[in-house]
């Protein structure tokens, strides 16, 4: 089966207490638990870890060389400023799915630029927690020619 490390950056276990009208309602708990319904939908053994630090983050990427198939990621606020999250993706040459809730290109600037998403096989952004859904999808079909694949 297909593994999936699915990396969830800083506040997200925030989720549905405050900021409702950007991140919608959904509590931390119903993303995680429509992202392990949609994983054994898919077959797959999504492994779900999230952690406010960034150094955390770097050690989970590191960790899954040998262990995950693809890296699918909500970096957070860590997006716009960690070139060690991008280093670490990097490094282990796993592919890379990022994915937001917002649309992180239509708020404010500095959410504009990641640094994820020119080392990312593909960016879903705006569709609030269906984003993750999303990413599990194509995260399923890795492997399988991509149309920009050469
Ligand atoms: O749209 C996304 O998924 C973001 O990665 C969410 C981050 C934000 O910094 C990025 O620019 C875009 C924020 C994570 C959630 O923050 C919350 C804060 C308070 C309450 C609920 C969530």
Redesign the pocket.
């Known amino acids: 089966m297909k593994k999936i490390l699915l990396l969830h950056?800083?506040?997200?276990n925030?989720?549905?207490?405050?900021?409702v009208s950007?991140?919608g309602d959904t509590n931390y708990a119903s993303l995680n638990d429509a992202i392990e319904k949609r994983g054994a939908e898919l077959d797959l053994v999504v492994d779900i870890k999230q952690s406010n630090h960034e150094g955390e983050l770097v050690d989970y990427i590191q960790n899954a060389t040998g262990v995950a198939d693809v890296i699918v990621i909500?970096?957070?606020?860590y997006?716009?400023t960690s070139i060690a999250i991008r280093d670490a993706l990097l490094a282990v040459g796993l592919p890379v799915i990022e994915?937001?809730?917002?649309n992180?290109y239509k708020?404010e600037p500095f959410?504009r630029h990641s640094y994820v998403s020119d080392i990312a096989a593909g960016s879903i952004?705006g569709f609030g927690p269906d984003?993750y859904i999303m990413a599990l999808d194509q995260a399923a079909k890795m492997g399988k020619k991509l149309p920009d694949d050469s």
């Open positions: 950056g800083p506040n997200l925030m989720l549905g207490k405050r900021e950007i991140y909500n970096p957070g606020a997006t716009h994915v937001h809730m917002s992180i708020r959410r952004v984003s």
